[in-house]
């Protein structure tokens, strides 16, 4: 009886678990066998392959018609105020809301967490931003603060207007930031977002480069909200699945992150956030007239200190020479990233009814199949 009793319970637990939804994390394309690039990923596939990286999300889905959320990214774990570093960004297409950028492009210093948030929410994310650094130990005397925070438009799936993000949101984010696996899909800053039609999310990648290219890290975190053609690996998606730019109104930004631990200035982060754009391409994203695109890039190698006693930087530089495994490596992730939202994110209604559809997984699975393209 006791053997009878304990396998009943097991049963009952096995049920539970699977109605109440605690069903394993998506599949991502690696696990279809779909490769993307020829380098290998870290450990973990993600920006936090970078260390100290760290990510934290905040997901609001309320009611009928809140969709939407906060994704704070931490190059590092001190005070990133006092401890700068060295960053540039690169606008692929400017139709956005892009906090920060003009003192990044003339000082090539980030001194705040990256927050990504939906269009609306942009100042009140600053204004935690603000208030956090302000708050941290160290910082009493600081007057002037750089609060850099992306965004992309949710307002299909999301409220928008009702500007449901508040300053505790973007602080809890900050706060939660860890390190480890991220969360993709319908979570943070890609709550509500679409991406080529389906629903789009967070997505994030990364690269390990050999030792002989340097052993360095490249991750690179996305929030995806765009248009275009579809493809993966190559292989035609959005035209097999008859779902694309100009056949159907699909518009919209995509906010991409890129860290890595490669020791490089502004001028060559600036180079490498280029070459993640191309990253989008690959995609088939056509940055349209309506798309804010924007790449971040930051290096985690060294930091800039706010102050100092010394009137010199001195600092070892990467070559030119020895970036280009970089420049592929940023590539690569960034296109892996913006497939994994898509594998990751799932069907959501929100605003006035609306409903966007996933990506059929099974169906693209069977295209690439018959294209070749699983290993």
């Known amino acids: 009886m006791p053997y009878v009793y304990n396998l009943f319970l097991l049963t009952t637990l096995l049920l539970t678990?699977?109605?109440?939804?605690?069903?394993?994390?998506?599949k991502r394309p690696r696990d279809y066998g779909i490769r993307?690039?020829?380098l290998p990923t870290g450990t973990l596939n993600a920006i936090t392959d970078v260390p100290g990286v760290r990510v934290g999300q905040v997901t609001l889905q309320q009611g009928q018609n809140i969709r939407t959320g906060v994704t704070a990214i931490l190059p590092h774990e001190g005070n990133q105020f006092q401890q700068k570093s060295p960053a540039a960004i690169y606008i692929g297409n400017g139709f956005g809301k892009l906090m920060g950028?003009?003192?990044i492009e003339e000082l090539g210093t980030l001194e705040t967490p990256i927050v990504l948030t939906n269009t609306l929410s942009v100042p009140t994310a600053a204004d935690a931003l603000i208030d956090y650094t302000l708050a941290q130990t160290g910082n009493e005397q600081v007057r002037s603060v750089n609060a850099v925070v992306g965004e992309t438009n949710d307002g299909f799936l999301n409220d928008i207007r009702g500007r449901h993000v508040s300053k505790q949101h973007v602080l809890d984010a900050i706060r939660q930031a860890k390190s480890g696996p991220v969360e993709?899909?319908?979570?943070?800053?890609?709550?509500?977002?679409?991406?080529?039609?389906f629903k789009g999310g967070i997505g994030t990648s990364s690269r390990k480069l050999p030792a002989s290219l340097g052993g360095y890290t490249i991750g690179a975190l996305v929030q995806t909200n765009f248009g275009g053609v579809l493809q993966i690996a190559g292989v035609p998606v959005g035209v097999a699945l008859g779902k694309y730019s100009f056949r159907e109104n699909l518009d919209g930004s995509c906010m991409v992150v890129v860290l890595t631990d490669a020791p490089l200035d502004a001028r060559n982060l600036k180079r490498l956030a280029k070459r993640a754009f191309m990253g989008l391409a690959q995609t088939g994203g056509i940055a349209s007239n309506g798309s804010g695109d924007y790449v971040i890039a930051v290096s985690t190698a060294y930091r800039i200190p706010h102050e100092t006693t010394s009137a010199f930087?001195?600092?070892?530089?990467?070559?030119n020479d020895n970036t280009s495994p970089l420049f592929l490596a940023a590539i690569e992730a960034t296109e892996e990233a913006i497939i994994n939202s898509l594998f990751a994110a799932k069907t959501l209604s929100g605003d006035q009814g609306h409903r966007v559809e996933q990506l059929p997984v099974e169906k693209v699975v069977d295209l690439l199949k018959k294209a070749g393209q699983l290993h």
């Open 36 to 38: 993307i690039g020829v």
């Open 313 to 319: 930087d001195e600092q070892k530089l990467l070559r």
């Open 17 to 26: 678990i699977a109605q109440s939804g605690m069903a394993q994390p998506s």
């Open 184 to 197: 993709e899909g319908n979570v943070g800053a890609g709550t509500g977002t679409v991406c080529f039609g």
């Open 101 to 103: 950028i003009s003192q």
